[in-house]
């Protein structure tokens, strides 16, 4: 059973930093490419980054290049997201996702990957 449990969320004024963590109880995490999405009332969940499993390979969002960095740990089965210079638009709940079979072209498609987070809120006041 593979469980991914989100941290880190909370309420932070624009041009603040929060730091989200993403813990994965998967005992092949190293295989997996761990991705980040979010989603508003109302909207469809969207792409804000992902990883591959050797770190050598990260992907953004235009909207959050030069302001999120996206790391994981493998040892500690851990993903990080830095947030940096928040915008009320990026007020979100925010999701972790993992898959093991993900081709480029899929990365940013959340359908596309089997195991999800319960998600935590972030909160970017004006």
């Known amino acids: 059973q593979v469980q991914l449990v989100e941290s880190g969320g909370g309420l932070v004024q624009a041009g603040g930093s929060l730091r989200l963590s993403c813990v994965a109880s998967i005992r092949t995490f190293r295989g997996y490419t761990i991705g980040w999405f979010r989603q508003t009332p109302g909207k469809e969940r969207e792409f804000v980054a992902a990883?591959?499993?050797?770190?050598?390979?990260?992907y953004y969002t235009d909207s959050v290049k030069g302001r999120f960095t996206i790391s994981r740990d493998n040892a500690e089965n851990t993903v990080i997201l830095q947030m940096n210079s928040l915008k009320p638009e990026d007020s979100a709940v925010y999701f972790c996702?993992?898959?093991?079979?993900?081709?480029?072209?899929?990365?940013?498609?959340?359908?596309?990957?089997?195991?999800w987070g319960q998600g935590t809120q972030v909160t970017v006041s004006s």
């Open positions: 990883i591959r499993w050797n770190s050598r390979h990260t």
């Open positions: 996702a993992a898959d093991a079979h993900l081709i480029l072209s899929s990365i940013r498609g959340d359908k596309h990957y089997d195991y």
